[in-house]
């Protein structure tokens, strides 16, 4: 059931022995509604603990330097970020799933698995969604609670930089920065700073990368092989997917990565006038205009990758 913002606030208000679930894979903006969740629940005098079933990358560390997170038994369950239950990771898909009693999102494409939930397709972020409802509250923005929003916030607009973000989220940014957010750490820690496996595995790719279509499609792959050699993780891959359509001319930016049972997952990046969710809806996958994914099964994966550059190539005609 859809809620508006004021059944959020009666909901978190009524709470206690919260526990915060976030999504898998974790990304800035669900850890950092997470933690500003957190620190406004605690600071009401609740018992809130942020739990998430994967490795929590290394680089929000900064978000969780001090916090403890107490032991519980929840009374309540918060989902930030996470537009479907699966999204949970199967372990805390499978505690907790069919539990969630208040979702807080962003993804139109939310599937409304939470008991309430309170959707604001438009928002780039769901940190930005998440402000607004503290705004309403009058809940103090600390300067922990500002950093883990502007986390959310620039994490999820690549920094200010994506078609999604908008002049309220500057405004937003602008106002966590006066609540004492220290942006120039989190934008170095975000997006400049990365392990060394990354540039590892990076040079790995990048000596096998292939082009097609004079240039306007790039294509990147990443075996099973490459990430035992290098140590670099799926969080550092998707960082290196990103890079595939930042090639002057490429249109459409195509990272082909192995998975455990020998299959590929595709990560499309496209420019216009390429649409990256139609051409992976062809083979069975979807996403966003700019950003989408499909799977090719074992052994399929060259067949895949030709189909779909004869169907860019036909696209450019
Ligand atoms: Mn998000």
Not at 185 to 194: G, H, L, Q, S, Y
Not at 268 to 283: D, G, I, M, Q, S
Request: hydrophobic content about 40%.
């Amino acid at each position: 059931m859809e809620i508006d913002s004021k059944r959020v606030i009666e909901l978190l208000t009524a709470a206690d022995d919260v526990l915060i679930l976030t999504h898998k894979n974790p990304d800035g903006d669900t850890l950092g509604c997470a933690v500003a969740l957190w620190h406004v629940l605690t600071a009401m005098g609740k018992r809130a603990a942020v739990i998430n079933g994967q490795p929590i990358p290394k680089r929000y560390d900064l978000l969780f330097e001090g916090l403890e997170m107490p032991e519980f038994e929840p009374k309540f369950i918060v989902a930030v970020d996470v537009a479907d239950n699966k999204l949970l990771g199967s372990k805390l898909d499978a505690l907790y799933g069919d539990k969630v009693d208040l979702c807080i999102d962003h993804h139109a494409t939310n599937v409304n698995y939470a008991k309430e939930t309170f959707l604001n397709g438009d928002d780039c972020a769901a940190a930005l969604t998440l402000y607004r409802i503290f705004a309403e509250m009058g809940a103090e923005i600390t300067p922990a609670v500002a950093n883990a929003l502007y986390t959310g916030i620039s994490t999820d607009t690549g920094c200010f930089r994506y078609s999604s973000v908008t002049s309220e989220a500057y405004r937003v940014a602008a106002d966590l920065i006066d609540c004492g957010a220290d942006n120039a750490r989190i934008n170095v820690a975000m997006f400049e700073t990365k392990p060394f496996a990354y540039y590892d595995m990076l040079s790995e790719v990048l000596s096998g990368m292939r082009t097609f279509c004079d240039g306007r499609v790039i294509v990147f792959k990443v075996t099973n092989e490459m990430f035992e050699k290098t140590g670099a993780t799926p969080d550092d891959c998707d960082a290196i997917a990103a890079m595939s359509r930042q090639f002057e001319g490429a249109l459409c930016g195509i990272t082909m990565k192995e998975k455990a049972n020998g299959g590929f997952k595709f990560s499309l990046r496209t420019h216009e006038p390429l649409n990256a969710a139609e051409l992976c809806a062809e083979f069975g996958g979807g996403g966003h205009m700019r950003a989408a994914g499909c799977d090719a099964d074992a052994g399929k994966e060259e067949e895949v990758l030709s189909k779909l550059v004869g169907l860019i190539e036909e696209e450019l005609k």
